[in-house]
């Protein structure tokens, strides 16, 4: 059993990658297992937390803190096996990088037990920047069901330049420590322009996690648009915004 995590940050194509992996039939890619959500659409193998709604959720990452950090290892012993009747050949999950920070003790256990990392970056930061920006904003962040129809009649996003420009500056700091962390870890990098060249990708994330090469269709459907205008109200103010600071490259 060949034991895995796509670690990444948000709006990179991980649920595309994670759904499409979990078609390949000797794949079981999970969804965000230590997302602190009260709501419950995630994994039903999702890590169970004390949630007190009536408190603030820094409060109650701090009061699951402790159990938490003895609670994980047994947790991901078993999570890593295989139930009755399954026979997968590799196992892993989403693993964004902020859950690291209320989950202690995470990646000292990917590190001693030699868990292989998918790092999935996305290389057009202002892309990734307004991905957020706009799911945020709308409270939309995927086409809920694989055969759902691409959403229509998104507004367009008025675009803050000052919040942008933050935005664009923690992705690039955050990729940083991404690599950061994976440095000496068993690990293979992949940007979400990779998918452009899809089975290209899959073959090679089918031989880092040893199973065999296989036709794997997408998963989940692109929501934003391809043209930028066709996203932002205020184009021409983020555009000459761009040409000005040195992000020409990703005006198109």
């Not at 990444?8 to 965000?32: A, V, W």
């Not at 955050?174 to 994976?182: H, P, Y």
Request: aromatic content about 14%; charged content about 25%.
């Amino acid at each position: 059993m060949k034991k895995f995590v796509i670690f990444t940050l948000p709006r990179t194509g991980s649920t595309l990658l994670s759904k499409s992996l979990n078609r390949h039939p000797e794949i079981f890619c999970d969804d965000e297992i230590f997302h602190f959500s009260f709501r419950d659409y995630f994994s039903p193998n999702q890590f169970r937390f004390l949630k007190l709604s009536f408190l603030p959720k820094k409060i109650n990452y701090v009061i699951n803190y402790p159990a938490t950090y003895i609670r994980l290892p047994l947790f991901l012993d078993k999570y890593y096996l295989n139930k009755q009747d399954e026979h997968f050949k590799a196992r892993g999950f989403k693993l964004m990088y902020y859950q690291t920070f209320y989950m202690p003790g995470l990646i000292k256990y990917l590190k001693k037990n030699n868990i292989k990392v998918i790092l999935l970056l996305r290389e057009n930061i202002l892309r990734n920047a307004l991905s957020d920006l706009r799911a945020r904003a709308t409270g939309i962040y995927h086409n809920l069901e694989d055969n759902e129809e691409k959403r229509s009649g998104l507004s367009k996003l008025k675009v803050d330049i000052d919040t942008l420009k933050q935005k664009m500056a923690d992705i690039v700091r955050q990729n940083r420590q991404l690599e950061s962390i994976v440095s000496n870890m068993d690990y293979i990098k992949l940007r979400y322009e990779d998918f452009g060249e899809w089975d290209v990708t899959i073959n090679r994330i089918a031989d880092f996690l040893h199973v065999a090469q296989l036709p794997v269709t997408a998963g989940a459907k692109k929501l934003n648009p391809d043209a930028l205008k066709d996203m932002i109200e205020n184009y021409s103010e983020v555009e000459t915004w761009l040409k000005q600071n040195n992000y020409a490259e990703f005006v198109a």
